[in-house]
């Protein structure tokens, strides 16, 4: 029987197939490959239109409207926070806050573009912390690290209580390989957002890649008990139960369709890692454990199976 390899280095790079960060530094859970669905008609490139649309008895200024609408961008509701900003901007289109909200909704819409043309605007203006933590999230997306370093450092020297921008100087430090750093911007994160599990799952993803698996489980376990709905946390904890060794509890708890899924995902992951042996036997697991024929467990095997077969033989030492 193969013995699940206790506390080693197990991530040399980010596995983004089934290891997932969370919130690099923008207003919603996101991994660094992926951005959730954008809103209908509300990226910032149709912003001259809404303004168009909007009368001027339609506007508003006061702060509740922008209250409400930062706390729809926190839902990625920009269909709805987007014509309160606009609003605003019909009287005020100077208005920092409705400005922000503005490129915020164009990084959940996935429109880099215009979001950097919004921070930019922004910061030629003033050094405005969101501002500076937004440009530094798209730089670092676009893997412009030194780039991003600068610019988040420089936000949290002016606003040092924004808890994004110390989540994403976390990921930038991982980038780089600067465990203690990393570990200190997210500690840092989660004390300033108690109720927050991204800084959390990002701090046991840190972890994982150093092989400490049970620091990993550790920050896992408490994510989860701060957000139990936080799919990522969730995922990344049975990973880690995984390679510590903790096969049964990492499944535990799963439905039976889920499963599969996941020995397939830490195969890919151990073979990533050139741990062949664990990867083969957590592919043949997915095997015995899916209902129905499991293709891609099946390839995944197979194409192990054919990178050994061809694998010439070791020399023979006396």
């Known amino acids: 029987m193969h013995r699940y390899p206790p506390r080693r280095r197990i991530l040399s790079r980010f596995a983004a197939v089934s290891l997932v960060?969370?919130?690099?530094?923008?207003?919603?859970?996101?991994?660094?490959?992926?951005?959730?669905?954008?809103?209908?008609?509300?990226?910032?490139?149709?912003?001259?239109?809404?303004?168009?649309?909007?009368?001027?008895?339609?506007?508003?200024?006061?702060?509740?409207?922008?209250?409400?609408?930062?706390?729809?961008?926190?839902?990625?509701?920009?269909?709805?926070?987007?014509?309160?900003?606009?609003?605003?901007?019909?009287?005020?289109?100077?208005?920092?806050?409705?400005?922000?909200?503005?490129?915020?909704?164009?990084?959940?819409?996935?429109?880099?573009?215009?979001?950097?043309?919004?921070?930019?605007?922004?910061?030629?203006?003033?050094?405005?912390?969101?501002?500076?933590?937004?440009?530094?999230?798209?730089?670092?997306?676009?893997?412009?690290?030194?780039?991003?370093?600068?610019?988040?450092?420089?936000?949290?020297?002016?606003?040092?209580?924004?808890?994004?921008?110390?989540?994403?100087?976390?990921?930038?430090?991982?980038?780089?390989?600067?465990?203690?750093?990393?570990?200190?911007?997210?500690q840092r994160a989660a004390g300033l957002a108690p109720g927050e599990a991204p800084p959390l799952n990002n701090l046991g993803l840190s972890y994982l890649q150093q092989g400490q698996t049970e620091a990993a489980i550790g920050a896992f376990t408490e994510a989860m008990i701060r957000e139990p709905d936080f799919d990522p946390a969730g995922e990344n904890l049975r990973m880690a139960l995984i390679f510590d060794g903790q096969l049964e509890n990492a499944l535990w708890g799963l439905p039976e369709e889920r499963r599969p899924v996941v020995l397939n995902n830490a195969g890919i992951v151990a073979r990533s890692q050139g741990d062949m042996e664990l990867a083969a036997t957590l592919f043949q697991r997915a095997l015995d454990e899916s209902p129905v024929f499991y293709e891609r467990a099946f390839n995944n095997l197979r194409a192990l199976n054919l990178n050994a077969a061809s694998e010439p033989e070791p020399a023979a030492v006396d």
């Open 21 to 186: 960060f969370s919130a690099l530094g923008a207003c919603a859970t996101v991994t660094p490959a992926a951005l959730d669905e954008a809103a209908n008609r509300s990226s910032a490139d149709s912003l001259e239109q809404l303004l168009g649309e909007t009368s001027v008895s339609e506007a508003t200024t006061n702060a509740s409207n922008l209250e409400r609408a930062w706390r729809l961008v926190e839902a990625r509701d920009c269909e709805q926070a987007m014509p309160l900003a606009v609003s605003v901007l019909r009287n005020d289109h100077e208005d920092m806050d409705a400005r922000l909200v503005v490129a915020e909704c164009a990084v959940i819409d996935d429109d880099t573009q215009s979001a950097e043309q919004h921070y930019e605007q922004i910061l030629a203006e003033t050094r405005e912390p969101r501002a500076l933590r937004g440009l530094g999230v798209i730089r670092a997306r676009e893997g412009r690290y030194d780039e991003a370093q600068v610019l988040l450092e420089e936000a949290v020297s002016v606003g040092p209580n924004d808890w994004r921008t110390w989540n994403a100087l976390g990921f930038i430090s991982d980038v780089e390989g600067d465990w203690v750093n990393a570990a200190d911007a997210y």
